[in-house]
Structures are given as C-alpha cells and as structure tokens.
C-alpha cells in the first residue's frame, strides 16, 4: 500500500463508510507527535488521541492514547488476558503492515483489516479529540465516544499511574 495521501484516502473512505464523514485538517509542517498537534491546534496536549500499536501476545492490539499519558502495558495485559511481558511497542514494520500506515500518522481506522481497541477513558473529559489521519500532516475531530463506534473499541483506563 502507498503511503500518504492514500492512508488519508483510506481513513476518508473508512469514516464515510461509518456515517461519519468528518473533515480532515491537513497541514504544511508534519505532527507526529501529540505535544506537535497540540500546538498547531492549539488545543490540549489531553485532546490528542495518539494512535498506538502493540503487539499483545500473538497478535496486535491498537490502543488510543491520550497525548497526555502514557500506557500502561500491565493494564492492557490484564484487559487483554495475556502476560505483561507479552505487551511491547510494536516496531515500525509492524505498525505499517497491521494498519498501512506509517509511525506518526496512524490513525484509528482504515486499516486493511479491524485492529482490536482499546481507547484511553482519559479522552472523554476533551469535548474534541483529534486523531490522526493516515499521515503524518493530517487529523481528524471526532469525541472518544465516536472513537469507540468507529473502532468498535473497549473505554479502559490506560495511564501509567
């Protein structure tokens, strides 16, 4: 799969697929990361939704981070029912080949096949969320709650903590 505006392609497809044809805000310098996005939105650094991928035993897991946290592998080991030793970052291949797109845009849909999901519970004090849109220059508005719709997700607490 090409990379770039065709993850965006993707994520568009896959949010009017869903009802949910939200505009997708591009910009001319790159927000790979939340602190990045926060201040080009000027919003929360809270109100990034960071889109995370985790290899959790034999599989992936994707997990909706609040910019403002970290995660807690422990507490997606326990919701996932596997060792915390068996919860790691995935590595820039494997991001790329579970979700089609690069680290640094991932976002929380359109992907080649559904991910499991787990949203950060942290996201539902922010009316807005922004997520990433399949690149590195480009976002999406949306509330946890959707989130959870869209990815068919679990809320969890995931905060190091």
Known sequence: ME??????DAVRRALAAAGSPREIRTFDTAVP?????AEQLGCAVG??????VFTAGDGVVL???SGAHRVDPGRVAAHLGVAKRRV?????????R???QRVGGVAPVGHPAPL?????????AHATV????????????????????????????IAAG
């Open 63 to 65: 997990v909706l981070a």
């Open 3 to 8: 990379i770039g505006t065709t993850g965006r």
């Open 47 to 52: 109100a990034i939704a960071n889109s995370l």
């Open 33 to 37: 990361s939340a602190a990045a996005a």
């Open 88 to 96: 790691k970052r995935a590595d820039r291949e494997t991001v790329l």
């Open 116 to 124: 499991p999901c787990l949203v950060d519970v942290a996201l539902t």
């Open 130 to 157: 922004w997520a990433g849109a399949g690149d590195e220059h480009a976002m999406f508005p949306t509330t946890a709650e959707e989130l959870v719709e869209l990815t068919g997700g679990t809320l969890l607490e």
């Open 98 to 100: 579970a979700t089609g």
